[in-house]
């Protein structure tokens, strides 16, 4: 069946620096999705992106944060200087067009990445 | 804005009883309704999703929710659970039209033999 594959599993990384997190959405899907928990806390959404611009973002997502789909196959989120309160687990998604369903697409998630900034 | 509840942080169980995770969620406009689980180290799964129609909703690995409009909840249910349902379970909301998925705390499901 296929997936959504995260790299890396793990990451960690100096405050102030920058990160790329990739994520290789299921293959035919065209909607891709940015999530992230942070350490006890709920799954909260980031950003929703689609024919290649940004179709929603959260409040979370400021200036900082940047997505992008660089090819065919992967989609990545970037960190630009990080801080401690960045240290999450970060979910990748995607999803079908399912015509007339919109909101109603079974979202498929990738298995994280944890990021922790020191 | 919408909002998800979700009334239990820990529901610990013996195998083979039945279990309800509560879920109850508030919005000014119509949406979706979802659960997922996670198993430890892994992404979200979908377990079952009310988009219309018949309000129980029947999933995979034997789970069904009901959708309660009245009372604004869409609990999960199973009638008899296994050691292997030891996860965590998410209810989740998302507008109809819209992409942002709101997300509950989260009940932990711990199956005790």
């Known amino acids: 069946e296929p997936e959504v594959t995260q790299t890396p599993s793990h990451q960690v990384t100096q405050m102030g620096q920058e990160v790329i997190l990739r994520c290789v959405p299921i293959?035919?899907?065209?909607?891709f999705y940015w999530y992230r928990q942070i350490l006890g806390q709920k799954v909260e959404f980031l950003v929703s992106?689609?024919?290649?611009?940004?179709?929603?973002k959260s409040e979370i997502f400021d200036d900082q944060f940047s997505v992008e789909r660089p090819d065919g196959s992967n989609f990545t989120l970037k960190i630009r200087s990080t801080k401690l309160e960045d240290s999450a687990m970060y979910f990748c998604?995607?999803?079908?067009?399912?015509?007339?369903?919109?909101?109603?697409?079974?979202?498929?998630f990738g298995p994280g990445t944890r990021l922790l900034v020191l | 804005a919408q909002s998800v509840t979700q009334l239990d942080s820990q529901v610990p169980v013996f195998e083979e009883a039945p279990v309800e995770l509560r879920c109850n969620y508030s919005?000014?406009?119509?949406?979706?309704l979802f659960w997922y689980v996670q198993y430890p180290n892994q992404g979200l799964q979908l377990l079952l999703k009310?988009?219309?129609?018949?309000?129980l909703v029947k999933g995979i690995n034997g789970f069904e929710a009901e959708f309660n409009k009245s009372q604004t909840s869409f609990h999960l249910r199973k009638p008899s659970v296994h050691i292997s349902d030891t996860a965590e379970y998410f209810c989740?909301?998302?507008?109809?039209?819209?992409?942002?998925?709101?997300f509950g705390a989260g009940t932990r499901l711990f199956v005790k033999a």
């Open positions: 998604a995607s999803s079908e067009l399912e015509r007339g369903l919109a909101g109603g697409e079974t979202q498929y």
């Open positions: 293959s035919n899907h065209l909607y």
């Open positions: 992106f689609y024919n290649n611009e940004i179709s929603e």
């Open positions: 919005s000014s406009v119509s949406v979706y």
């Open positions: 009310y988009l219309s129609g018949s309000t």
């Open positions: 989740a909301v998302r507008k109809t039209g819209g992409f942002k998925t709101i």
